[in-house]
């Protein structure tokens, strides 16, 4: 492998944080109530730890993989080696529309967040999209985030880290808090029914928690740029996970051991609901926690904008995307012109409003999906191809659990099919998944007529199909 131009500046905690500040964002805010009702108390639990070990799977194939081929670019890297040029690219591209989209949406997540905390804020109508208001203070808010986000990655992934290491601090802060508090003032008959609405009340809940975790790939796309001996590497990213379940399934039992059903059912924000009556109906620590959740909106954003702009920046390197999103800033060690893109996307966001940036969201939560499929898969062909890789972290029962991680991974594609519980919204949602598809496409037919025979190709990046291909046919 050739020298990496990054810098390695990234210890254990930079990684941990980046990895669980992007699962943990602010649907433990807004949607612990829901899950409560949905599948009672320990209902809703026990389906965060299925739907988590369903992620552990394909998280144990990228604990393996990532350190493998610690390069830039992650999932790029995985399906390269494995399944060649086409199947890297749809790979890739998938992951890019995914972290691209949860960026872009933050832009307007935190401004309608902070509504809660200001019941005033909303001010100078402009228009409405979608159905959505767009109001100046809104709009103000994501654009100035929108640059400070950007300084921040521009500047250097150390300050990122940073930046993300101080907000998860801040989170589990909140998190430890409502736990206490609802573990000496909650009680257990409270937290009844411990199973409600039966097995379809269960699946109800199981089929959205695979997508609360993901974030923990953002780990791989920083491989470069961590300095950790390499097996620790897939260590912290399968602990991001496990922690990331612990922590959504501790959110739900405070809640219920402090609201009641028929408070839940009234609730329009029941997590913050609980924390002010666990601490004797105080307003202020509703406001607290609310931060907190605040605090899980940058975490999130500040992390998909890293491993957005590695993806990014792995593609234009291996000249299928344009060559000048290759760019490393020469003082930072930062892919420049991936992340200044990234930065524009999310400074625009807020003029379409959220309605449109959460259809967005989820059009780009199927291509997660996609990117998971092909990274599983890759995993499963290299276990044939290359038994014989380095693989300083190496999977027990590799091949079993690389088949089931395929499989989960269809399962969770198949939900994204429209009537189904996770289904994207017809015509809307799937009319932006074609459109990130048709761009996709015509971006590769581009760099492929641009580039030709250089299509694909990166210094230090091995291509094994190709090159048996090009060896047989005697090039």
Not at 54 to 75: D, I
Not at 398 to 407: D, F, K, Q, S
Not at 450 to 470: D, N, Q, S, V
Request: contains cysteine.
């Amino acid at each position: 492998m050739a020298e990496s131009k990054f810098k390695k500046v990234l210890n254990r905690w930079d990684i941990f944080s980046l990895a669980f500040g992007a699962m943990i964002g602010w649907s433990w805010v807004i949607l612990s109530g829901d899950w409560i009702k949905g599948a009672g108390t320990l209902g809703a639990i026990l389906a965060f730890v299925v739907g988590g070990i369903m992620v552990l799977f394909v998280g144990l194939t990228y604990a393996e993989l990532t350190v493998a081929m610690p390069q830039c670019g992650g999932e790029h890297v995985f399906s390269m080696r494995a399944l060649g040029t086409g199947g890297s690219f749809v790979c890739s591209w998938a992951i890019i529309v995914a972290y691209v989209a949860v960026a872009a949406f933050e832009a307007c997540a935190f401004p309608t967040v902070v509504q809660y905390i200001f019941p005033n804020f909303m001010k100078g109508f402009m228009y409405t999209i979608g159905g959505f208001d767009v109001y100046v203070s809104w709009m103000a808010t994501g654009l100035v985030l929108s640059i400070i986000m950007t300084v921040i990655n521009y500047v250097g992934i150390k300050t990122a880290a940073v930046v993300n290491t101080v907000l998860t601090v801040i989170i589990a802060g909140v998190g430890i808090a409502l736990v206490a508090a609802s573990a000496v003032r909650g009680d257990l008959q409270t937290a009844e029914p411990f199973f409600d609405k039966g097995f379809k009340g269960f699946l109800g809940v199981v089929v959205m928690t695979p997508f609360m975790f993901v974030g923990f790939d953002v780990i791989p796309q920083a491989a470069e740029e961590i300095n950790l001996p390499l097996k620790k590497i897939g260590v912290v990213l399968l602990v991001s996970i496990i922690m990331a379940i612990s922590f959504y399934g501790l959110v739900i039992l405070a809640v219920s051991l402090v609201m009641s059903k028929p408070e839940l059912e009234v609730s329009s924000l029941a997590t913050a609901d609980a924390m002010k009556k666990a601490f004797f109906n105080s307003a202020a620590a509703a406001k607290v926690l609310i931060i907190g959740g605040m605090a899980g909106i940058l975490t999130s954003w500040n992390s998909f904008f890293v491993g957005g702009s590695r993806a990014i920046y792995s593609m234009a390197e291996a000249h299928m995307l344009p060559k000048f999103l290759a760019k490393l800033h020469p003082k930072f060690k930062t892919p420049s012109n991936a992340i200044l893109l990234i930065g524009a996307l999310c400074f625009v966001a807020p003029f379409f409003g959220r309605r449109m940036l959460v259809w967005l969201v989820d059009a780009g939560s199927a291509a997660t999906v996609i990117a998971y499929f092909l990274v599983a898969l890759s995993y499963l062909v290299l276990r044939k191809t290359e038994p014989g890789m380095e693989r300083p972290y190496k999977v027990p029962l590799g091949v079993p659990v690389g088949i089931i991680a395929v499989a989960m991974t269809l399962v969770m594609l198949v939900l994204y099919v429209p009537g189904m519980p996770a289904g994207l919204v017809w015509p809307q949602e799937c009319i932006l998944f074609g459109i990130t598809v048709l761009l996709g496409a015509l971006l590769g037919l581009i760099a492929k007529v641009r580039y030709g025979k250089k299509f694909g190709w990166a210094e230090g990046l091995l291509h094994p199909i190709r090159e048996r291909r090009a060896l047989e046919a005697g090039e």
